[in-house]
């Protein structure tokens, strides 16, 4: 019996294969220096240690503090890595890495799709870290509801990471360009997701503006998981935010690489 080449069944499994192989290329520098990891959070820790402690008694924060801040923190940490991974992909286009690997027989699309399901991984090591270091803070925290919010993080991450890497490939001739638009939309998507600071309060222009951030949805998802409300609409539209974020990010991605 033939396999035809063009079977969509074959097509998948290169691509799957393809990922995978990329994937394990782009962890295995950081499973090698783990203490990357570590390093990354310090800004994080910083947060929690001087900014968590000034949110007590703010009104929208409700009686948990920790349990309102440490859900915005592990956000704030997908979006500060994965809006950054670009770049990676930068640097390895400067040093001709990358042209090297447009040669390969891998398929290009794979080359997108394994460095942004990649994210996934320092995501939930981070994050894991973080509720670690909260918990003798006073965090209280549903472990299923814990678990699920890492895995939709890392789903809102593989997204961004994608988004990042096309940014890099559209601004290779002018890499200058890739830090302008990640911090003029970084910190804007932050301040208007409720990461820090209770946005109820929030004069009407910018709540229109914080009804069509994404990330904002992923954060009050994140509060309601940890709180072990599964049951909560804001699981079901932070759900529906990260898959689509994803799903836009690696169609971008996919069709810039190409």
Not at 47 to 59: C, D, E, I, T
């Amino acid at each position: 019996m033939t396999i035809a080449l063009d079977d969509p069944a074959v097509v998948r499994g290169n691509i799957v294969r393809d990922s995978a192989i990329v994937m394990g290329r782009e962890l295995r520098p950081m499973l090698r220096d783990p203490v990357s990891i570590i390093f990354s959070l310090i800004q994080p820790l910083i947060l929690l240690a001087l900014f968590g402690p000034l949110l007590k008694g703010v009104p929208g924060t409700g009686d948990g503090v920790w349990n309102w801040f440490i859900p915005g923190v592990l956000v704030m940490i997908a979006i500060f890595g994965t809006t950054m991974t670009g770049s990676n992909l930068l640097l390895e286009m400067q040093q001709g890495s990358h042209e090297r690997m447009l040669v390969t027989p891998l398929r290009r699309s794979s080359l997108l799709i394994g460095r942004a399901c990649k994210e996934m991984v320092p995501l939930a090591a981070q994050a894991i870290l973080i509720i670690l270091v909260a918990l003798p803070l006073g965090l209280d925290v549903n472990a299923a509801g814990a678990a699920v919010g890492i895995v939709l993080l890392g789903v809102f991450g593989v997204g961004l990471g994608a988004l990042s890497y096309a940014l890099a490939l559209a601004v290779r001739e002018q890499d200058w360009m890739f830090w302008v638009v990640q911090q003029t939309l970084m910190f804007p998507l932050l301040i208007l997701s409720g990461t820090m600071l209770p946005l109820d309060d929030a004069p009407g222009w910018m709540k229109v503006l914080v009804n069509i951030n994404p990330l904002g949805y992923v954060v009050d998802a994140e509060r309601a998981l940890f709180a072990g409300d599964f049951a909560s609409g804001s699981v079901l539209a932070g759900v529906v935010a990260a898959v689509t974020v994803a799903i836009v990010g690696i169609g971008v991605g996919v069709r810039a690489v190409k």
